[in-house]
């Protein structure tokens, strides 16, 4: 849609308040490489709640919500979701967005929010998987060294931003959700030139999104700190560096399946 969703039925400044008020500080905020060339015409939301977004190119619309965010005391993390609007790709580029775009475009938008305070991180590529791999030194596969690449080019221009760098799928024969396998991250770290910028990141995820082996072991929720700590965990309690987790959630709290996972992932959290 070139635009959060929402904004088919919600006015944007209402929906930023909202987040306020709910308690918030940070926005996580995806786009794609193929977003920031739109004209006008490409961006799909509903102009007659907002107006303010009349005739704003996919840029115009990431520095209105930039700057909605700043003036709520909000903090962004810019996520390159997928490289183009039609699909998730494994790994960090593909043939319409080769690495060099990939690249130029974070560089891009290193310098255009360079110095601005709402803006505090790049999380590069949104759930490296199938064919990422980790350690292994392939120049087209391995996300840790083009992790370096592109974090190392972002550090040059916005030095103060953190950069935020997910797992990936597999790590030898152990899978794991999409983008939250750090499990050879201890052995094969990420190096930046500025090392104290390092954030990796994990997305995980309940039986309500898929159900895996973990889930339906028989000391489930016993289990769970365990696979948590071996995947991702373990870093920020080895002091190797912190950890984000970058998505999670569903829509139960309660004594199911779906809610006794998250209610032991809150907690493992706090």
Known sequence: MFA????????????????????????????????????????NLNFAINPYLTGLTGLGLLDY????????????ILDRHRPTADGQSELWYTPQVPEERWIKDWVM????????????????????????TWGDDNPATDWR????????????VSPRWLIVIEGVHRVGEDTYWWGGNLAAAADSPVRLSRPERLVYSAH???????????????????NLQDVWRSHWAYLQHD?????FIGEFGGRSIGTDPEGVWQRNLIAFLE
């Open 145 to 156: 060294l083009a992790a370096e690449r592109a974090r190392n080019a972002i550090l040059d």
């Open 65 to 76: 919500l930039v700057s909605g965010a700043g003036r709520r005391g909000l903090r962004v």
């Open 239 to 243: 002091n190797v560096a912190p950890v």
């Open 109 to 132: 938008l290193a310098q255009r929010y360079r110095g601005n305070p709402a803006v505090i991180g790049a999380d590069l590529s949104n759930e490296p998987h199938g064919a990422a």
């Open 4 to 43: 959060p969703l929402g904004l088919k039925t919600r006015n944007v400044d209402d929906m930023l308040d909202q987040i306020v008020a709910a308690g918030f500080n940070t926005l996580r905020l995806p786009f794609s490489n193929q977003f920031l060339d739109t004209t006008p015409d490409h961006i």
């Open 204 to 222: 995980d995820y309940g039986p309500e999104e898929s159900q895996q082996a973990w889930h339906q072991g028989p000391t489930f929720p016993a």
